[in-house]
């Protein structure tokens, strides 16, 4: 069985640019969170994604948005980034939208100069 | 807002049991208890869940009090692979979906 995956595991991106970060989620996941974790911090809820939909949102501006697709994997689109975006971006995908343990990804390196 | 107050940082020397404490006093009545643990800077690795019973598994044992208002997790034989960050986390639900609300968590260091 395949855990999460994520990809890319490091990006550098400069302010004012765009980004799309990527997720598998966990064979017979159906439902994928994005959290931020800045340095030092624990992370924090973006998004959560239940059968192509958004299900519900964290305290981000609309600039960070995201999909998911038929296979329930997903993506996290940053746009117009800021020095402050700089973190790491993390997958989690569980077998339900309420109920059920998420399981993270490996995370992405995002790096705004 | 953190639904968690956790220590931030605790020592535990190797083969000894460690145990993290966690308070919670907000909880409501459906909301599970979560640990995870995070080593440098990697995805968070699931642990352990509780609603109100003590639960055990293969990697540890967590003790939730009767008035739910604290919990305590304990890694029986902790070895130098134990250090971590471990976040004890409120999983809360909303509309249609669930969330994990993460705080600072506590640095455990296992020492020889």
């Known amino acids: 069985e395949t855990g999460v995956t994520q990809s890319p595991t490091h990006l550098i991106k400069t302010r004012g640019q765009q980004v799309t970060l990527r997720c598998s989620s966990q064979?017979?996941?159906?439902?994928v969170s994005w959290y931020q974790q800045a340095l030092g911090q624990g992370p924090q809820f973006i998004f959560q994604?239940?059968?192509?939909?958004?299900?519900g949102r964290g305290n981000f501006p609309p600039r960070f948005s995201g999909l998911q697709f038929p296979n329930y994997s997903s993506e996290l689109n940053v746009n117009a980034l800021e020095l402050d975006d700089s973190a790491l971006y993390l997958c989690?995908?569980?077998?339900?939208?309420?109920?059920?343990?998420?399981?993270f990804g490996p995370g992405t390196r995002l790096t705004v100069l | 807002d953190a639904k968690t107050t956790q220590p931030p940082s605790m020592d535990c020397a190797e083969g000894r049991a460690a145990n993290l404490p966690c308070n919670h006093s907000?909880?409501?009545?459906?909301?599970?208890v979560y640990w995870y643990r995070q080593i440098h800077s990697q995805g968070p690795q699931y642990i352990i869940h509780?609603?109100?019973n003590n639960e055990t598994n293969e990697m540890a044992s967590l003790i939730i009090t009767e008035d739910r208002k604290s919990s305590t997790l304990i890694l029986p034989h902790a070895t130098l692979r134990d250090t971590a960050v471990y976040y004890c986390i409120v999983r809360v639900f909303y509309n249609q979906g669930g969330k994990l609300i993460f705080g600072q968590g506590t640095e455990l260091s296992v020492k020889p």
């Open positions: 994604y239940y059968r192509e939909e958004e299900n």
């Open positions: 509780g609603l109100k």
């Open positions: 907000t909880i409501s009545g459906n909301e599970y």
């Open positions: 064979s017979g996941h159906n439902t």
């Open positions: 989690a995908s569980s077998p339900g939208r309420r109920g059920d343990t998420q399981y």
